[in-house]
């Protein structure tokens, strides 16, 4: 899958070469809003699976979701600067985790700050590779106005970590110099595109395409024909839900084209909050 992921990355880094900003814009929102968000739309049906033996009911999962989007929701709206810290945190664990999940190393400390460290170096290469961009969203979600050399520190900071983790850990790594190379690929991506573009790419095809892989495997045992359709229309009614609240609320309540990034990053957070503790429990198992 690595291979087909690489022809694809490049691919569309070609693409963007071509297409016009508004137009790389809605194609990258396209994919983000079918993959990205279909990969999170099981999320209820999972939770249902891991906590079976409390028997929650649907409602009662349901509702554990919800109450959980909204304490992300609240936090955002009080608190949004340190919510957002917060979240880089949590989805550098959550993109960590899914990347290295199946390393068979004991020490599970270790291995939690390998997942962080790895995840914050791939979200601190996106936006200081697109250092203006990310600084407007970022003020955008939290009215705060960062200073020039903060994403530089938190690169190279997760990039430090990372490379103490790896002279740990290296001898459990598969194909240590493969890892490596994705990192310089996504290096060439994020300075390359623009940061919606860029964030697109790796969201898409290195995070939610392998997630549903293993969500469908969790879910079904395999992978195959009939599991994936199985896993299409059990989530497609909560990924439509997902699409219309979405665009319902940029359409009537959004009228600054510019405040479209903050508010896009901060509906992917309140979402991504009770995701991850689903994907945390499902590697457990």
Same mark, same amino acid.
């Given at each position: 899958?690595?291979?087909?992921?690489?022809?694809?990355?490049?691919?569309?880094?070609?693409?963007?070469?071509?297409?016009?900003?508004?137009?790389?814009?809605?194609?990258?929102?396209?994919?983000?809003?079918?993959?990205?968000?279909?990969?999170?739309?099981?999320?209820?049906?999972?939770?249902?699976?891991?906590?079976? !033996?409390?028997?929650?009911?649907?409602? !009662?999962?349901?509702?554990?979701?919800?109450?959980?989007?909204?304490?992300?929701?609240?936090?955002?709206?009080?608190?949004?600067?340190?919510?957002?810290?917060?979240?880089?945190?949590?989805?550098?664990?959550?993109?960590?985790?899914?990347?290295?999940?199946?390393?068979?190393?004991?020490?599970?400390?270790?291995?939690?700050?390998?997942?962080?460290?790895?995840?914050?170096?791939?979200?601190?290469?996106?936006?200081?590779?697109?250092?203006?961009?990310?600084?407007?969203?970022?003020?955008?979600?939290?009215?705060?106005?960062?200073?020039?050399?903060?994403?530089?520190?938190?690169?190279?900071?997760?990039?430090?970590?990372?490379?103490?983790?790896?002279?740990?850990?290296?001898?459990?790594?598969?194909?240590?110099?493969?890892?490596?190379?994705?990192?310089?690929?996504?290096?060439?991506?994020?300075?390359?595109?623009?940061?919606?573009?860029?964030?697109?790419?790796?969201?898409?095809?290195?995070?939610?395409?392998?997630?549903?892989?293993?969500?469908?495997?969790?879910?079904?045992?395999?992978?195959?024909?009939?599991?994936?359709?199985?896993?299409?229309?059990?989530?497609?009614?909560?990924?439509?839900?997902?699409?219309?609240?979405?665009?319902?609320?940029?359409?009537?309540?959004?009228?600054?084209?510019?405040?479209?990034?903050?508010?896009?990053?901060?509906?992917?957070?309140?979402?991504?909050?009770?995701?991850?503790?689903?994907?945390?429990?499902?590697? !457990?198992?």
């Amino acid at each position: 899958m690595q291979n087909f992921n690489i022809v694809v990355t490049f691919t569309c880094l070609w693409l963007a070469v071509y297409l016009p900003p508004v137009i790389e814009g809605y194609v990258a929102c396209f994919f983000i809003f079918s993959v990205g968000l279909l990969h999170g739309a099981n999320d209820i049906k999972i939770i249902k699976k891991v906590y079976e !033996k409390y028997n929650l009911s649907f409602y !009662k999962s349901l509702l554990l979701y919800i109450l959980i989007v909204i304490i992300g929701t609240v936090m955002f709206y009080f608190i949004p600067f340190v919510t957002l810290m917060f979240f880089i945190l949590i989805s550098g664990y959550h993109f960590g985790e899914q990347h290295f999940h199946d390393i068979e190393y004991k020490n599970h400390f270790i291995k939690r700050i390998l997942f962080f460290s790895y995840g914050c170096v791939v979200i601190f290469l996106l936006l200081f590779s697109n250092n203006i961009e990310s600084t407007n969203v970022v003020n955008q979600i939290t009215k705060v106005e960062l200073y020039p050399n903060f994403f530089r520190y938190g690169l190279v900071t997760s990039l430090l970590v990372f490379g103490v983790c790896l002279a740990v850990i290296w001898r459990y790594i598969k194909n240590l110099h493969l890892e490596l190379f994705y990192l310089l690929v996504f290096f060439i991506v994020f300075k390359t595109a623009s940061l919606i573009w860029a964030f697109a790419i790796y969201f898409v095809l290195w995070h939610a395409l392998p997630s549903l892989m293993d969500q469908i495997r969790y879910l079904s045992k395999t992978v195959n024909r009939v599991s994936i359709l199985d896993y299409l229309k059990s989530s497609f009614v909560y990924w439509l839900i997902s699409v219309l609240s979405l665009f319902i609320f940029f359409e009537f309540f959004i009228s600054n084209n510019d405040l479209f990034y903050g508010f896009f990053f901060s509906f992917l957070a309140a979402i991504t909050f009770p995701h991850v503790i689903v994907m945390t429990k499902i590697f !457990k198992h």
